[in-house]
């Protein structure tokens, strides 16, 4: 179970700095808009935290494409929103300039890079989706079939509203595992763009394995990957760069995103 | 659990260096921002409501201006003006105020239909209940009239239980005093049977010992007697034994009076009657020959028939006047001697022979050692 409230308590705070600048070629009105700031939680999702930005902006933008679906993009790359926001952080930004400069977009919505999101309610069962998958791969399922709808509502709520106790009574069943053995297989999803040109790679990969648990580096070395090649390079999740000696079964309890999924990013600290 | 799972000093001092690095990250992702964000947050939403604020002013201002601008035609009637505009005031309050009280009214009446609809939904159900009650009550009292019938038919049985528990009793205490009456009298009667026994058995010693007695002292008797014979020792002399026969003459038969043929077969019973003068014999001939005996004659006098087999025995009767036979055909025959005419013929005894024990008393003696008596012969 994930007992170090502290460090979640500091995972779930994790906050950055957005600059939202409506993009100029949709600008209708002779003044352009204030670009408009604000702290967005890294763990949640675009479209649940972009109702001001959008009510901001849409004042600006010709009257017809008032309720057109509103997109992000950052230096060319449209935002995948059901990606979390900090792990897009961590995979596109590789100079730290703060804040972060997102474009926003009404018009040409780009329908074969992303999906539409018309409604929170895709965003909610995009979320139980996942939860559902982490659930499989670390617990035969057991724990979310158990859970009543009651518990389900409240992770989305959790989520949605920005409550740490909320979120995590319910998700610390999600977390429980028995005593000696750790998860069935840790969820995690490895991001590696200069490496492979797949979105992500995920394999199984168990906690313990021959009495001996597994750590960071025997989940790398199942990859299969050349990791070296492009490099000296780092794992990041959350803006932070792990150490490679830490535990899986440690890292999945406490770092995992609200999908109960790990994000790693691996990022090659090349000049 | 961390604690089931067992970190060891390398994990936490790794847990450190995680936590180490959020804290870099803060400081330079959140800190730096947060406070500028957040108040540049609350000048854009302050800034936004003003802006809505004067908006609505605005809009205020423009209707009042157009008010004004209809009431501003009389300018120079100023005091009119001033007069009417205050009316106009009044006007307007009074209208509202009317329009408050139409509302109200409006109110008041809705409520008065909701409390009607109420009162008679509860006289609906006061009336069910009333219903409901009535019903109960002449539950109530059939209920009552059942259980008093039941307990006159519980006491009535209870009544009738009594009784054959009373008879049973007393046929009991009868029964029981009957058992000890019996017990009682098996006892008497195994004594009487006892004393019975004891008293037979005592006659049956008398008898012996009196026949005992009896015989011993006949017994006695005779050795007596012979004793004094023994002892008296007369001299007897040849010639005194031809004149005085002192008890008994004996002589043996050396002639033979007369023979003849009796019967055609064999001869079984001879009898001389009383006087000695007639002779009957019975023979196998199933005749009886009667014959006159004198000096030197036998002469045949009569036969008597009748007899089926041998005749096996022939008596005279005390008088001389009846003959009696037995004979081989089980039965016994009477036959007068004047006439010779059969009298009386006795069958299914078997007697084959019989004799005469003393005159007076004919006894027969059958074959199956049963004894009649003729007391009188008829």
Partial sequence: MAEDREILREIWEGRLPVCFTLATEEVSTPIAPDPFYLMVPRLTYFPLVTDKVRRHFVRCVVPEKHDNEMWLEFEKFPLKWHYPIGLIYDLLVTNSELPWQITVHFDK?????????????VVESHLMHSLKEADALKHKNHIMALMQERDHKQLWLGLLHDRFDQFWSANRKLMEHSAEDGFRYIPFRLYAPQLTSKPFMQYLVKSIENEKRLTLEDLLQRANLNFESKGPFQVVIHGIDLPLETPLQWISEHLSYPDNFLHLCIRYSSP | MAGGLAY???????????????????????????????????????????????????????????????????????????????????????????????????????????LTSKLQETEKNLNLKETLLSEAETKIIALKDEKKQLEISLSETEGGNQVLRDEHQALQIAYASIEEKLKILHYENIALVERLMAYKAHDAEILNKE????????????????????????????????????????????????????????????????????????????????????????????????????????????????????????ATRVWTVEDQRLRVSLTNQRSLYFWVLEKKIPILCTQRRTILRFLTFK
């Fill in chain 2, 211 to 330: 026949n005992e007695h009896f015989v011993k002292i006949k017994q006695a008797q005779m050795q007596k007697e012979l004793e004094e014979a023994a002892s008296e020792v007369k001299v007897v002399t040849a010639d005194r034994l031809l004149f005085e026969t002192p008890l008994l003459s004996s002589s043996i038969p050396t002639k033979v009076h007369s023979k003849f043929d009796a019967h055609e077969g064999e001869v079984n019973a001879l009898q001389f009657n009383a006087a000695g003068r007639m002779l009957a014999s019975g023979g196998g001939d199933r005749k009886i020959k009667l014959w006159d005996i004198g000096q030197n004659t036998c002469s045949l006098r009569g036969s008597l028939t009748g007899s089926n087999a041998g005749i096996t025995s022939v008596e005279f009767d005390a008088n001389g006047s009846l003959i009696l036979a037995a004979s081989n055909d089980f």
């Fill in chain 2, 8 to 114: 060891s000093n390398i994990e936490l001092s790794i847990r450190r260096v995680i936590f180490k690095e959020i804290e870099k990250r803060n400081y330079r992702e959140k800190e730096p921002f947060e406070i500028l964000i957040s108040t540049y947050n609350k000048l854009f939403d302050a800034v936004s409501e003003l802006r809505h604020e004067i908006l609505l002013l605005t809009i205020q201002n423009e209707k009042l201006r157009q008010e004004n601008l209809q009431n501003g035609q009389g300018t120079l009637e100023g005091k009119v003006t001033e007069k009417s505009s205050v009316l106009e005031q009044k006007i307007y309050s009074l209208q509202e105020e009317l329009t408050n009280l139409h509302r109200r009214k409006g109110e008041h009446a809705q409520q008065i239909v909701d």
């Fill in chain 1, 109 to 121: 919505y780009p329908d074969n890079k992303l999906l539409k999101c018309p409604s929170k309610d």
